[in-house]
């Protein structure tokens, strides 16, 4: 089965064409960082714009790399949130037309789930039941993940996700956006001793088995220390080791605490602040320590990409997770989400728990 995934939810246009049988077909992506950087952060009416002007032809693309014809696709999976509403309604109006188009269905798919699902794009990938630890600029949650659309929330932050703390870390030390990627590698020179961070909501993991997380107390810590210490550069880079080191200690002790809460061995990492090294490094060698092994995306499909969300589609599709079933292409399943008149919506919030 040929699918086709469409990702629109943020700054990047993410295509992609999996083919369930033979695995990813072809993927393009489009990212808009330089285009939001002057602002020093994401505007969502630029990001729909740019979202129009690049959608069709990355298609076009993936569709000529992949050799493959639309006729061919037998399903279109698309993004139809969490994200801006604006750059959503892009992808989701743009699949829905081809659906109606081509008379197959459009797939409506939870951008978690994409990057929940994203290491099984490896060629190693983990096999469920798992404990998947999802942190991005918007999320930080740890979920038991028994198959797919079976998800368990075991703990969320309760204030900042973790990238959204890099982001605004590096803001602070002056860094631009997207400030994660730059923040870890100013880390990479600094001293991770030098300061002393607080771990919020770590001792109260050990007290009570608590799995929720807290960063804008650390974001605070950093901004008073800054304020107090004015730090010269190579001062800079050990506030930003002993940010990073403080975050990537809350992100390890959980994991391992979920896992063993669980009973499970294996840890799937997903979403864009997995690509971070050091956490990494230090997920590996507890999870090593256990008897246990982390499974991560490859770093391009760490962050925002059209893969996952092909990727998905084509497991709901396989799994069976059937809702209405579409009046033009019958011969297919559509899932929940797809309506036989191509009626659609977004949905900006969208609570992965939620969805069966
Ligand atoms: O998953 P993603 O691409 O988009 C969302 O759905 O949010 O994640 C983007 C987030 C940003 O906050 C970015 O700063 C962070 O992931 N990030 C990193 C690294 N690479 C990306 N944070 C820390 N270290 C990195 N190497
Ligand atoms: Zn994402």
Known sequence: MLILGIETSCDETGIALYDSERGLRAHALHSQIEMHQEYGGVVPELASRDHVRRVLPLIRQVMRTAGARLEEIDAVAYTQGPGLAGALLVGTSVANALGFALGIPALGIHHLEGHLLSPLLASNPPQFPFV???????HTQLMRVAAVGQYELLGETVDDAAGEAF???????GLGYPGGPALAQLAGQGRAGRYKLP??????MHRTGNLDF???????????????EAPDAAGKSDVAASFQEAIVDVLTA????????????????AGGVGANRRLRERLDRAAAERGCRVFYPEYEFCTDNGAMIALAGALRLGAGLVGAKLAVGASLLANASATPDYAFSVKPRWDLSTMA
């Open 254 to 269: 959980k994991s391992m605490y979920a896992l063993e809460q669980t009973g499970l061995t294996q840890l799937v990492v």
């Open 167 to 173: 982001d605004k870390t590096a803001n602070l030390l």
């Open 214 to 228: 807290s960063f804008s107390g650390l974001k605070t810590a950093v901004l008073l220390l800054v304020r107090k």
């Open 132 to 138: 998947a630890l999802l942190v991005s600029g918007g």
């Open 199 to 204: 771990r919020p909501m770590l001792e109260q």
